[in-house]
């Protein structure tokens, strides 16, 4: 099995920053895709920022030039520190990783229970 435990939430207000974590444990041989997504109330999950075993990133627009998504392979960890945050970038923040599992070497993907960013006007 394999859990991943998402941290750093919390309430800012707007023009402020905040940087979340991610740590996987478990049965894991490597990692993949290790990406961040968010849920707004009423909305769909929309992935925010990703980052490949290489290095690799992306982003949606809406966060270009604020957010950037980083990882520690040697901690299974990844990163995504939020700079100018808005209001309309409140929602429950989501890791998720494609890992590939020991001792079978399969590639499953996992989600974290998520952690709650609030940015006041």
């Known amino acids: 099995q394999v859990q991943l435990v998402e941290s750093g939430g919390g309430l800012v207000q707007a023009g402020g920053s905040l940087r979340l974590s991610c740590v996987a444990s478990?049965?894991?041989?490597?990692?993949?895709?290790m990406g961040w997504y968010r849920q707004a109330p009423g909305k769909q999950r929309e992935l925010v920022a990703s980052i490949t075993s290489d290095g690799s990133t992306a982003y949606v627009d809406s966060v270009k030039g604020r957010f950037t998504i980083s990882r520690n392979n040697a901690k299974n960890t990844v990163y995504l520190q939020m700079n100018s945050l808005k209001p309309e970038d409140t929602a429950v923040y989501y890791c998720?990783?494609?890992?590939?599992?020991?001792?079978?070497?399969?590639?499953?993907?996992?989600w974290g229970q998520g952690t709650q960013v609030t940015v006041s006007s």
């Open positions: 478990g049965s894991i041989f490597s990692i993949n895709f």
């Open positions: 998720n990783a494609e890992t590939v599992r020991l001792p079978l070497f399969r590639t499953e993907a996992y």
